[in-house]
């Protein structure tokens, strides 16, 4: 868009609009039309495009990715930047899930909320996103624990207890702090070990 001009869509919310679905979402991929190299997510019946990823970012989840097999183990699958299907139209690809243990390692269906365990997005640039938008999501489908490692402020903020569409237990840990995942006893992590 060039300087000065607007987004006709977003000053007109009455137009109308046709959302995808999940299904749909799909086809695009098998027929071609959206690639490997395009960087989307299925939001609310929209694609969304993701955020570049940069080397602070990439950093962080390449040492999550060792730490989370590490502490999990067999008790949960570690997915990265894999999609979780939270209803019919939407499709996010969080930085991290732990999912529950399943022979097939999902690989003939895509996750659900249920499958959950945890779920993780490390945040530079899309941190007002994570903390806003993606926050709000995940508690609506009853993802049961969230955590949006934030790289700015070298923190992390831990979301639990989801109900009535938001988070009841929400706290910050810095990185002198120990986190745990509340299904997953006993997998702790030092945020010092990522956080740098």
């Given at each position: 868009m060039a300087p000065g001009e607007t987004d006709l869509l977003t000053h007109n919310p009455w137009v109308a609009r046709r959302a995808l679905t999940v299904a749909e979402y799909h086809r695009m991929g098998e027929a071609g039309i959206l690639t490997k190299d395009d960087r989307v997510e299925l939001i609310e019946g929209q694609l969304i495009a993701m955020s570049p990823i940069g080397?602070?970012?990439?950093?962080?989840?390449?040492?999550?990715?060792?730490?989370?097999?590490?502490v999990v183990g067999d008790r949960g699958v570690v997915a990265v930047q894999n999609p979780v299907q939270l209803d019919d139209r939407n499709e996010p690809q969080p930085d991290f899930s732990v999912l529950k243990p399943r022979e097939d390692d999902y690989s003939l269906a895509t996750p659900r909320p249920a499958d959950v365990l945890l779920l993780i997005e490390v945040a530079d640039s899309s941190l007002a996103?994570?903390?806003?938008?993606?926050?709000s999501l995940y508690a609506q489908h009853g993802v049961a624990e969230f955590w949006i490692v934030d790289l700015v402020a070298r923190d992390v903020e831990v979301c639990g207890a989801p109900e009535g569409g938001h988070y009841t237990l929400v706290s910050r840990v810095d990185r002198q702090g120990i986190l745990e995942p509340r299904l997953l006893p006993g997998a702790a992590i030092s945020a010092a070990a990522f956080l740098r």
């Open positions: 080397s602070a970012h990439s950093g962080t989840v390449n040492t999550l990715t060792r730490l989370l097999v590490q996103y994570d903390r806003g938008f993606k926050k």
